[in-house]
């Protein structure tokens, strides 16, 4: 009768040693598929939310949904929940699967608009981006906002007069934006060559004199 096999201890450390090294290869290989599931998820998002921003100024003779300062989903206020009232937009869909703080996760573009209306708040108009030197391919809309601003219910993530671009970025390897034109981008950084939080020229954050 043949003995059963026994292992020796230098053998059970090998194994373990093996296992430990593929788990080493295979976890951060796990890590960047997770990012870049959540960065599509936020694509996704983002060109759900600008083609509704594009629907309401449709229906409401160009404006688009103004922002308010610090409401909560289910308010009768705010760039989102204008959104929910208008084109029925869900509040998963402001959300990115990574942000493990807030309820929302993404700013509406307002400079231009805040400082052309006295530093208050307003609305953006079709037309501003139809007219615009730069184009509304170029125009910054609505972007992921760094996890840290913001409280943590606040729906109306906008960026009047604080500057919310989300510099050094790591969420989820790069953040997604959404254009005037309707189209969304994943950038690992702004190029301000192309891109614009302004109608008139392209260019990084400055008090414009409108």
């Known amino acids: 009768m043949k003995n059963n096999p026994v292992f020796t201890l230098v053998e059970l450390l090998i194994v373990a040693a093996i296992i430990a090294i593929l788990a080493g290869l295979l976890l951060p290989a796990l890590s960047k598929a997770r990012d870049m599931a959540a960065g599509s998820n936020c694509i996704g998002n983002l060109k759900q939310i600008g083609l509704m921003a594009i629907q309401y100024a449709d229906q409401y003779d160009g404006r688009y949904a103004p ?46 608009v805040y400082v052309r209306n006295n530093k208050n708040f307003g609305s953006w108009y079709d037309k501003e981006f139809s007219r615009s030197k730069i184009g509304a391919s170029s125009i910054i809309l609505i972007e992921e906002s760094p996890t840290k601003m913001f409280s943590t219910t606040d729906c109306d993530h906008d960026n009047y007069t604080q500057d919310t671009e989300p510099v050094n970025f790591d969420r989820h390897t790069g953040f997604v934006t959404g254009f005037a034109d309707g189209h969304t981008e994943k950038l690992q950084k702004y190029d301000f060559t192309r891109h614009s939080y302004y109608t008139y020229e392209v260019s990084r954050w400055k008090n414009p004199n409108l």
Do not use: H
């Open 67 to 112: 922002a308010v300062c610090d409401p909560v989903w289910g308010d009768t206020e705010g760039w989102t929940n204008n959104l929910r009232m208008v084109c029925n937009a869900q509040k998963k869909i402001f959300k990115c699967s990574k942000d493990d703080r807030r309820e929302f996760s993404y700013s509406l573009n307002c400079a231009e």
